[in-house]
């Protein structure tokens, strides 16, 4: 069987999941987990990956290819010249294989050490405390033999 994009309508990819699967349809809709800045507050949710597209696995000559665009949130089937695009068993493996690798390692987590790279306090060790906004960390060092809560860029930070 090979591997083929569709495309969603707005908004509705898990309804267009839910419905292939009651067709007996093998999907992949790849989602990440993201945190986002929602009104002052962090919050977690998981998010398509590829925004609009998922992907099925259907063999050339199965008669369900006639009911993929009248299934419910499915606009279309992704191809070129009118014939569906077969996307390599390869491609899907390896973005399988990258999921798992971002969900095991996910962000930085309170009370892990990490060092800095850049700025007044660079090369100091430091504990991770929590995130401040999307572009901003607090921190705790050792400063003058007392510890010291910091405010430093994320990307200033190394495991």
């Known amino acids: 069987m090979s591997w083929y994009a569709l495309q969603h309508k707005p908004a509705q990819g898990d309804r267009a999941l839910t419905h292939l699967e009651?067709?007996?349809?093998?999907?992949?809709?790849?989602?990440v987990s993201v945190e986002k800045i929602r009104a002052g507050k962090r919050a977690k949710s998981r998010e398509p990956l590829f925004p609009g597209?998922?992907?099925v696995s259907l063999e050339q000559t199965d008669p369900m290819?006639?009911?993929?665009?009248?299934?419910r949130g499915v606009i279309r089937v992704v191809g070129f010249g009118n014939r569906p695009a077969a996307?390599?068993?390869?491609?899907l493996e390896h973005i399988k294989t990258?999921?798992?690798t971002v969900?095991?390692?996910?962000?930085?987590r309170p009370g892990e050490s990490v060092e800095l790279q850049d700025g007044p306090f660079e090369g100091?060790?430091?504990?991770?405390?929590?995130?401040?906004?999307?572009e901003r960390a607090i921190v705790l060092i050792s400063f003058m033999q007392q510890r010291?809560?910091?405010?430093?860029?994320?990307?200033?930070?190394?495991?």
Do not use: H, M
Not at 87 to 91: H, K, M, N, P, V
Not at 103 to 108: F, H, L, N, S, V
Not at 148 to 159: E, T
């Open 65 to 71: 290819w006639a009911k993929l665009r009248s299934t």
């Open 98 to 100: 990258g999921l798992d």
């Open 148 to 159: 010291q809560r910091i405010k430093v860029p994320v990307s200033a930070l190394k495991r």
């Open 22 to 31: 009651n067709q007996g349809i093998t999907c992949f809709y790849p989602k």
């Open 103 to 108: 969900e095991e390692k996910g962000g930085i």
């Open 87 to 91: 996307i390599e068993d390869e491609i």
């Open 53 to 55: 597209y998922l992907f």
């Open 124 to 134: 100091l060790n430091a504990i991770f405390q929590a995130y401040d906004g999307e």
